[in-house]
T-cell receptor, first 113, second 115 residues
Framework: GQQLNQSPQSMFIQEGEDVSMNCTSS?????WLWYKQDPGEGPVLLIA?????ELTSNGRLTAQFGITRKDSFLNISASIPSDVGIYFC?????????????FGGGTRLMVKP | NAGVTQTPKFRVLKTGQSMTLLCAQD?????MYWYRQDPGMGLRLIHY???????AKGEVPDGYNVSRLKKQNFLLGLESAAPSQTSVYFC??????????????FGEGSRLTVL
């Protein structure tokens, strides 16, 4: 079953505001990833994190791999209307023999112009 | 710039009917996956393939079958559709095992409704 708790489930913000979302797991992860799904499209990889404590930016997006290896967060600064979509965290469980990816339930972001 | 292409994009089935979803990728990727997306549940892996002629079960394989006769194609079949299989299905591919790198390339999705 699903092992990742992603929050919040949805956010409705004003254009220009900063956004923060996070994912927590009950087990240690080796990899943390953040994907974005635009309406009617498939998810696209935004940021990949491979090392505990790693902080990585991609334009206005910043993500961090938690020191405990059980969490990750994604920040979006100065949101714009095209940031609308569903953001998924995903990771590879260190205890998963098949090294499968596990996805969080998603955070639906809505931006009011 | 085709990438990963799924057909059909939309389909409505009656309970008990069968159908096949086709996924085609033009990136010469070894690995291919089928996921289903349900509200609040994220993406759950149905089946995957590590190369031509191979398939394996993922997290939620029951009620589905797959085949990978050609490297570029990965088919997902529903033998006897049930309302619980109403979902959006995504195909993905990757050059390396997705669990290690996370770099999956997704198609646009196929929305299936089972009445």
């Amino acid at each position: 079953g699903q092992q990742l708790n992603q929050s919040p489930q949805s956010m409705f913000i004003q254009e220009g505001e900063d956004v923060s979302m996070n994912c927590t797991s009950s087990s240690i992860f080796n990899t943390w990833l953040w994907y974005k799904q635009d309406p009617g499209e498939g998810p696209v990889l935004l940021i990949a994190l491979y090392k505990a404590g790693e902080l990585t930016s991609n334009g206005r997006l910043t993500a961090q791999f938690g020191i405990t290896r059980k969490d990750s967060f994604l920040n979006i600064s100065a949101s714009i209307p095209s940031d609308v979509g569903i953001y998924f965290c995903a990771g590879q469980d260190a205890n998963n023999a098949g090294n499968m990816l596990t996805f969080g339930g998603g955070t639906r972001l809505m931006v009011k112009p | 710039n085709a990438g990963v292409t799924q057909t059909p994009k939309f389909r409505v089935l009656k309970t008990g009917q069968s159908m096949t979803l086709l996924c085609a990728q033009d990136m010469n990727h070894e690995y291919m996956y089928w996921y289903r997306q349900d509200p609040g549940m994220g993406l759950r892996l149905i089946h995957y393939s590590v190369g031509e002629g191979t398939t394996a079960k993922g997290e939620v394989p029951d009620g589905y079958n797959v085949s990978r006769l050609k490297k570029q194609n990965f088919l997902l079949g529903l033998e006897s559709a049930a309302p619980s299989q109403t979902s959006v299905y995504f195909c993905a591919s990757s050059p390396f095992w997705g669990g290690y790198t996370g770099e999956l390339f997704f198609g646009e999705g196929s929305r299936l409704t089972v009445l």
